[in-house]
């Protein structure tokens, strides 16, 4: 997605970090940005703006992170890009 959110080029950052209880992933680019009216439907089953998007992606990555007890929080500007914050715990044995 963030690929595509830059067809004139940009970055994009990949990070992870320890956090209290397990790890931060960090995900960013320097893309187009997702409107704010659209922030709410990105992980919704078959919501997508592409023309040959499924709107599957991060509907699946949402399931995914959720079955693994963590959560993942997305911050853009319109323009300026778009940061996706994965938490997930660490689990002891």
């Known amino acids: ?23 931060e992933i960090m995900i960013s680019d ?6 704010k009216e659209r922030l709410d439907k990105i992980f919704l089953p078959f919501y997508t703006t592409k023309p040959r998007g ?8 949402h399931k995914i992170i959720l079955s693994h007890g963590g959560r993942i929080d997305v911050e853009s500007e319109s323009g300026k890009g778009t940061t996706f ?5 660490c689990k002891g044995n």
């Open 54 to 61: 499924t709107g599957m992606g991060l509907a699946l990555v």
């Open 30 to 35: 320097t893309g187009i940005g997702i409107p």
């Open 1 to 23: 997605n963030g690929l595509e959110a830059m067809p004139d080029g940009g970055r994009i950052k990949i990070g992870a970090s320890p956090s209290f209880d397990g790890v």
């Open 85 to 89: 914050r994965i938490y997930l715990p």
